[in-house]
């Protein structure tokens, strides 16, 4: 029933931009605190941005001024614009949808940066 859907994911030279989006059902989604993780090869899962359900707004250092993530409550939908994309970004990249004790996950997307 909770399906957690990214898109926006693919190759692009540093410097350069993308938007990842993270369309969900099943859930009631304005209660959910929403993030973006990702994970590069031989590396831990991190933590790049949160937003709770009151708009409050989290970055890890490395992105920030760089990333900005947002929420749409109507569109049930989460967003991670990237510009200023650099090497060290590349990574596939996961939404997730937590409150409590229930945790989902998406499927996750690639993002490859690279000249």
């Known amino acids: 029933q909770v399906q957690l859907v990214e898109s926006g994911g693919g190759l692009v030279q540093p410097g350069g931009s993308l938007r990842l989006s993270c369309a969900t059902s099943?859930?009631?989604?304005?209660?959910?605190?929403m993030a973006w993780y990702r994970q590069a090869p031989g590396k831990q899962r991190e933590l790049v941005a949160g937003?709770?359900?009151?708009?409050?707004?989290n970055y890890a250092d490395s992105v920030k001024g760089r990333f900005t993530i947002s929420r749409d409550n109507g569109k049930k939908t989460v967003y991670l614009q990237m510009n200023s994309l650099k090497d060290e970004d590349t990574a596939v990249y996961y939404c997730?949808?937590?409150?409590?004790?229930?945790?989902?996950w998406g499927q996750g997307t690639q993002v490859t940066v690279s000249s």
């Open positions: 099943g859930i009631i989604f304005r209660l959910y605190y």
């Open positions: 937003i709770d359900s009151g708009g409050r707004i």
């Open positions: 997730n949808a937590g409150l409590g004790q229930s945790s989902y």
